[in-house]
């Protein structure tokens, strides 16, 4: 089991910037981990993954790529987002999530956290 507690979440202008972090209670080397976000009256949508062992191995949302940046320090347990040029649309709640092995197209996480919220002023 592993725990997930994320932080960084808040308001700022669109084109701003923000830095989501997710604290896990264990080790992250061999979880597969993501990043997902789920707007009021919305889909939750996958934003970014991160592959559990693999140097690189992330995958991201055609939304965000180019401005979204998912990287984990193992030793640390935590996974980060690096969120740039924000837009109004990146406006909802983040939620981090883990689970044991490589990520597939078909990656069940197990493991969730409370979310954080994000919101972007146009």
């Known amino acids: 089991q592993v725990q997930l507690v994320e932080s960084g979440g808040g308001t700022v202008q669109a084109g701003g910037s923000l830095l989501l972090s997710c604290a896990a209670s264990?080790?992250?080397?061999?979880?597969?981990m993501g990043w997902f976000r789920q707007a009021p009256g919305k889909e939750r949508e996958k934003v970014a993954t991160?592959?559990?062992?693999?140097?690189?191995?992330?995958t991201y949302a055609d939304s965000v790529k180019g401005r979204f940046a998912i990287s984990k320090d193992n030793a640390k347990g935590t996974l980060y987002l690096q969120m740039s040029s924000l837009k109004p649309e990146d406006t909802a709640t983040y939620y981090c999530?883990?689970?044991?092995?490589?990520?597939?197209?078909?990656?069940?996480?197990?493991?969730w956290g409370q979310g954080t919220q994000v919101t972007v002023s146009s």
């Open positions: 991160k592959q559990a062992y693999a140097y690189r191995g992330e």
């Open positions: 264990k080790s992250t080397y061999g979880y597969c």
């Open positions: 999530a883990a689970e044991a092995g490589a990520c597939t197209t078909s990656t069940d996480f197990d493991y």
